[in-house]
C-alpha cells in the first residue's frame, strides 16, 4: 500500500483566485510527479522532481508551477485559476530504483467556475 | 519512442480469466512493460512489468512474447472489483538514470456478473 496523501480531494473555487494542492510521501522517495488527467481522457505529466530542490516541466505545458523544498513535500499551485484548470490532478512518486514502479495519489478533483 | 496498442474495451465474465493484449512492436531491447489500472476516480495502481521472461505476482500473470513486440496481462479470476482502465506502458529513458511513463488510452475492462 502507498503512503501517498494529496489535499484536498474536490475544490470548487472562482476564478482568479490562487490555490495550491498538496501532496506528501512518506516513503522517502525521491522522485515525484504530478499528472493531470481530464475525465475520461489520459493522463498527462506535467511537472516532476528527481528530488529537493529540482523541478521540471512536463509533456504538457501547464500554468501551474511546483516547489520540492523537502524530500516528501510536492505542491502545486495555480496563481490565478481559470476554468480551463478544471481537471484531476494526480500526483505519484518513486523510488528509482530498478523497476521505476509510481506510486499514486487519490487525485485532487479541482472545478474552476 | 516505443509506443503502444491497446484494444478500446473488453469484457469478461466474472471468475473467468481476463486476458487484455498490448502491441509494442517498437519497443527497444532494454524498455520493459508496465501495467497499471485506473479504477473510476481514483489514482491508477501498478499492477506488474517485465522486461523479456514472464512475470507472475498476486495480481496478475505477464507474458511476452519472444520478440517482444506484444504483451498479454492475465487476470485469472475477474472480479467485479477489477472493472477499471487497464494500460499497457512502456518505460521511457529519461536521461540519465531517470525513466518516466507515458500513460495512453488503456483498455476499458468490464466485467460482468
Known amino acids: 500500500e502507498a503512503d501517498i496523501y494529496q489535499t484536498p480531494r474536490y475544490l470548487v473555487i472562482g476564478t482568479g483566485k490562487k490555490i495550491t494542492l498538496e501532496c506528501s510521501q512518506t516513503?522517502?522517495?525521491?522522485?515525484m510527479y504530478w499528472y493531470q488527467q481530464d475525465p475520461g481522457m489520459e493522463l498527462h505529466l506535467i511537472h516532476y522532481?528527481?528530488?529537493?530542490?529540482?523541478?521540471e516541466k512536463g509533456d504538457l505545458s501547464s500554468e501551474s508551477t511546483v516547489s520540492r523544498i523537502r524530500t516528501e513535500h510536492f505542491p502545486l499551485t495555480l496563481e490565478s485559476a481559470r476554468p480551463s484548470h478544471t481537471s484531476q490532478y494526480l500526483c505519484?512518486?518513486?523510488?528509482?530504483?530498478?523497476?521505476?514502479?509510481?506510486?499514486f495519489g487519490p487525485g485532487t478533483r479541482l472545478l474552476v467556475l | 519512442d516505443a509506443k503502444t496498442t491497446q484494444p478500446t474495451s473488453m469484457d469478461c465474465a466474472e471468475g473467468r480469466a481476463a486476458n487484455l493484449p498490448c502491441n509494442h512492436s517498437?519497443?527497444?531491447?532494454?524498455?520493459?512493460v508496465y501495467w497499471y489500472r485506473q479504477i473510476h476516480s481514483q489514482g491508477p495502481q501498478y499492477i506488474i512489468h517485465?522486461?523479456?521472461n514472464n512475470e507472475t505476482n498476486e495480481m496478475a500473470s505477464l507474458i511476452i512474447t519472444e520478440d517482444r513486440k506484444s504483451s498479454t496481462l492475465i487476470l485469472p479470476h475477474a472480479t467485479l472489483r477489477d472493472t477499471a482502465v487497464y494500460y499497457c506502458?512502456?518505460?521511457?529513458?529519461?536521461?540519465?538514470?531517470?525513466?518516466?511513463?507515458?500513460f495512453g488510452k488503456g483498455t476499458l475492462l468490464t466485467v460482468n456478473p
Open positions: 516513503m522517502g522517495h525521491d522522485k
Open positions: 522532481s528527481y528530488g529537493v530542490n529540482s523541478t
Open positions: 517498437t519497443i527497444s531491447g532494454n524498455e520493459y
Open positions: 506502458i512502456v518505460r521511457i529513458r529519461h536521461g540519465g538514470s531517470n525513466y518516466k511513463l507515458t
Open positions: 517485465g522486461l523479456k
Open positions: 505519484a512518486s518513486s523510488d528509482g530504483l530498478a523497476g521505476e514502479t509510481q506510486y
